[in-house]
């Protein structure tokens, strides 16, 4: 007759759990060795790549300086501009309202003075209708031409100003 025996094995909690913390250290160790192989690698790729353009490198650092002097020369240059535009911009604005309001002006007069000929020729072939005096109609015409006259006279104010600004104006000026 046979008797079975029964074999019991126990394993205390802190040994497993310091089994567990051996692999994990184990796991860790070759992740870690993975990650330092793979530098390595990169690290041998970028130094070969270096080596293989250092002469260009070399060239292009060696344009730096001269290309940091452009560069500032460039950089006063778009200051200027942007200082004189704020200076500048609000005067032009000013002219283009000016000139504008007298522009609607003389439209409106021409058209008043074109609507008066022609009512006048029209008055004066038909023998009825409307009998506009001359007079209204010279008149029409005279404002057309003194109006006329303002927008003249102010375009060569303008001028006359931006020619003396840049007399007076000693600095470098790009506009």
């Known amino acids: 007759m046979q008797t079975p025996i029964y074999l019991a094995v126990t394993v205390d909690l802190m040994d497993l759990l310091l089994g567990l913390l051996i692999l994990s250290g184990v796991a860790a ?13 990169t690290l041998r790729e970028t130094s070969s790549l270096i080596k293989e353009n250092r002469p260009a490198i070399k060239s292009t650092l060696d344009q730096l ?14 200051s200027l501009i942007t200082e004189q535009a704020g200076e500048s911009v609000p005067g032009i604005l000013e002219d283009v309202e000016t000139v504008t ?16 000929v022609v009512d006048s020729v029209t008055s004066f072939f038909s023998g009825k209708g409307k009998h506009k005096s001359p ?9 057309a031409i003194n109006t006329i006259k303002r927008v003249a006279a102010i375009v060569q104010d303008k001028t006359k100003k931006s020619k003396k600004k840049k007399r007076k104006n000693t600095k470098k000026t790009l506009f």
């Open 65 to 78: 300086p001269e290309l940091l002097e452009k560069v500032d020369i460039i950089v006063e240059d778009v």
């Open 29 to 41: 160790l070759i992740g870690l060795t993975v990650f330092l192989f793979r530098t390595a690698q």
């Open 101 to 116: 309001g007298a522009t609607a002006d003389v439209v409106e007069t021409i058209g008043a003075a074109t609507v008066s």
């Open 135 to 143: 007079k209204n109609t010279i008149q029409q015409i005279i404002a």
